[in-house]
Nanobody
Framework: QVQLVESGGGLVQPGGSLRLSCAASGRIFNFKSVAWFRQAPGKQREFVAAITTSGNTNYADSVKGRFAISRDNGKSTVYLQMNSLKPEDTAIYYC??????????WGQGTQVTVSS
């Protein structure tokens, strides 16, 4: 079973940047498409971005052009570079398998707060 540890969140002003990391245990991580999700207070968890094993990426419309997902299989880590942050990006961010039928246990997530 893959264990996931998200980090890199924090408090940032609107227009600022953060880089999130998702470190995984388990080599199977390197052979799966991986996605970032987020959950804002009172809302359901939503898809943010995904990356395949070959590096193809996909983004939610709300973050296109501002966020960039990448991966380093040597470190079993996926990153989310977030630029031009907006208050509506405030949420807990999680990573997991991009496939609904092969989800791993959710990690604790990392809190991102965008506020002046």
């Amino acid at each position: 079973q893959v264990q996931l540890v998200e980090s890199g969140g924090g408090l940032v002003q609107p227009g600022g940047s953060l880089r999130l990391s998702c470190a995984a245990s388990g080599r199977i991580f390197n052979f799966k498409s991986v996605a970032w999700f987020r959950q804002a207070p009172g809302k359901q968890r939503e898809f943010v971005a995904a990356i395949t094993t070959s590096g193809n990426t996909n983004y939610a419309d709300s973050v296109k052009g501002r966020f960039a997902i990448s991966r380093d299989n040597g470190k079993s880590t996926v990153y989310l570079q977030m630029n031009s942050l907006k208050p509506e990006d405030t949420a807990i961010y999680y990573c997991n398998s991009a496939s609904k039928i092969s989800r791993w246990n959710w990690g604790q997530g990392t809190q991102v707060t965008v506020s002046s």
